[in-house]
């Protein structure tokens, strides 16, 4: 899954960067609102973390200028402000949910997840295909009743495919959620990654999960191709 922070204070834009990457996500970062409404309108997130109080354009704005432009990535926005009129007027802008600073990264992970359960994204923390099962919580994985280890970025590559069953998506578009677009659309990463994914919930069962589409990228199905 693909996050974008845009926070001004490097301190807890790293801070929160980290975890997340350690936690398995795909993150980018912005320092200012002009920057970060650029991210927004750019790519593709499932995920903005916006902070109110930023350079140049405050988070409200930026918020407005994405929704004016039909971006409905869920946003959570940061504030310092604990004063209710200052979180009745982002959420009427268009936020998803809010967390006042300084806060506890636990909690801004807990959020995130929960904003990733709702529609059109399949929802509740229990995600699955035929006997392969996995719970977005508890970070575990299993197929016919067999745990299954994953590293976070396998994890992170088999949500995304759980996550849009029967849908192919490209070798850019994985790239896009799982890592992030400092990599080149012509690396074989997401190939290789899908060999891993492949050799752990595939391999030994029936049937296959993991389809490549030649020419455009793999998908999640059960349905086998003739």
Do not use: C
Not at 89 to 105: H, R, S, W
Not at 129 to 143: A, C, G, I, S, Y
Not at 173 to 186: L, R
Request: proline content about 5%; charged content about 25%; glycine content about 8%.
């Amino acid at each position: 899954m693909r996050v974008l922070i845009v926070e001004d204070e490097a301190g807890v834009a790293g801070f929160v960067k980290q975890g997340l990457t350690e936690a398995g996500y795909s993150v980018d970062v912005a320092g200012n609102g002009p920057d970060g409404l650029e991210y927004a309108l750019a790519f593709e997130y499932d995920v903005v973390v916006l902070d109110i109080m930023l350079p140049h354009m405050n988070g409200l704005d930026v918020l407005r200028e994405m929704r004016e432009k039909r971006v409905k990535t869920p946003v959570l926005l940061l504030t310092a402000r604990d004063g209710v009129d200052d979180r009745v007027k982002g959420l009427d802008v268009g936020a998803d949910d809010y967390l006042i600073k300084p806060f506890a990264f636990p909690e801004l992970l807990a959020r995130i997840r929960a904003l990733l359960r709702r529609p059109p994204l399949q929802s509740g923390n229990l995600l699955s295909m035929n006997d392969l099962e996995m719970d977005v919580t508890q970070r575990e994985v299993r197929r016919a009743g067999k745990s299954i280890e994953l590293s976070p970025r396998e994890f992170s590559l088999l949500e995304l495919l759980l996550r849009h069953p029967n849908q192919v998506l490209t070798r850019t578009q994985i790239i896009g959620h799982v890592w992030n677009f400092d990599y080149y659309s012509e690396t074989n990463v997401v190939d290789v990654y899908i060999g891993y994914l492949r050799r752990k919930i595939d391999r030994g069962f029936v049937p296959p999960l993991i389809q490549t589409v030649r020419g455009v990228g793999y998908r999640l199905s059960e349905a086998q191709d003739d």
